[in-house]
C-alpha cells in the first residue's frame, strides 16, 4: 500500500535550520509529485509548494521562496524540505503529499498523505 | 485570508444530512479548475475525501458528496456518523495567484 513517512519532530534554535525527510514506497515515486503543505498550531491548512519527482523542479508558492528548499533522493524514493534561518512562525506541522493529477496543468490535489512533522522553533 | 471561504462550523444530529459550502471567485472555482475536499480528524494528517470536485477514492463511504456551481463548491455529508467530526478543507487552484489554495475550514460537530 502507498505509505509516506515523514521524519521525526525538531525542536530548532531562531536562525537553525531544519531538514525535513519524506520516504515513499508502495508506488513509482517519479511518476506523481509530491506537495509539501503547513499547519500553524491552531490555524488551516497552506499550500506551500509542489516539486516534480521526474525532473527534481520544484515550485514554490508566494511566501515559500528563498529559505525553504525542496529537494530528492530518488535513490532513495525520498523528498526533503529544507528550511533555513528558522523564525518562530515557522513553528508549524509540515506535510508531505503525494499528488494526484497534473500539478503542471493547475490541476493537483493530495492523494496521499504523510504523518506530520512538527517543527517547534524556540530559544 | 484565503480566497477561498468555508463557514467556521457546521453541527448536525447523528443520521442527519449536513452542507459545507467553499466560496470561491472567477479566479478559481468560476474560472472552472476542480475542487477537492479534505477531512483532518483531530491530531491525525488530512486524508483525501473528495477529488475532482465530485468523485469519490476507494474507501470514503457513499455518505461523502461533492458538488460544484459557479464559483462555489458544496461538500454533503448524509447519515451523519458521530466519526464524521473533524475539520473540512475545499482546495482549488486560483489563476490570479498562480498557486494553489485551500480553504478557511470547516469544524463539524456531530451533537
Known amino acids: 500500500q502507498v505509505q509516506l513517512v515523514q521524519s521525526g519532530s525538531e525542536l530548532k534554535k531562531p536562525g537553525a535550520s531544519v531538514k525535513v525527510s519524506c520516504k515513499a514506497s508502495g508506488y513509482s515515486f517519479t511518476n506523481d509529485a509530491v506537495n509539501w503543505v503547513r499547519q500553524a498550531p491552531g490555524q488551516g491548512l497552506e499550500w506551500m509548494g509542489w516539486i516534480n519527482t521526474y525532473t527534481g523542479t520544484p515550485t514554490y508558492a508566494r511566501g515559500f521562496a528563498g529559505r525553504f528548499v525542496f529537494s530528492l533522493d530518488k535513490s532513495v524514493n525520498t523528498a526533503y524540505l529544507q528550511i533555513s534561518s528558522l523564525e518562530a512562525d515557522d513553528t508549524a506541522v509540515y506535510f508531505c503529499a503525494r499528488a494526484g493529477g497534473s500539478c503542471s496543468a493547475a490541476d493537483c490535489f493530495c492523494r496521499n498523505w504523510g504523518q506530520g512533522t512538527p517543527v517547534t522553533v524556540s530559544s | 485570508q484565503s480566497v477561498l471561504t468555508q463557514p467556521p462550523s457546521v453541527s448536525g444530529a447523528p443520521g442527519q444530512r449536513v452542507t459545507i459550502s467553499c466560496i470561491g471567485s472567477n479566479s478559481n472555482i468560476g474560472a472552472r479548475f476542480d475542487v477537492h475536499w479534505y477531512q483532518q480528524l483531530p491530531g491525525t494528517a488530512p486524508r483525501l475525501l473528495i477529488f475532482g470536485s465530485t468523485n469519490r477514492p476507494s474507501g470514503v463511504p457513499e455518505r461523502f458528496s461533492g458538488s460544484k456551481s459557479g464559483t462555489s463548491a458544496s461538500l454533503a455529508i448524509t447519515g451523519l456518523q458521530p466519526e464524521d467530526e473533524a475539520n473540512y478543507y475545499c482546495?482549488?487552484?486560483?489563476?490570479?495567484?498562480?498557486?494553489?489554495?485551500f480553504g478557511t475550514g470547516t469544524e463539524v460537530t456531530v451533537l
Open positions: 482546495q482549488s487552484y486560483d489563476n490570479s495567484l498562480g498557486a494553489f489554495v
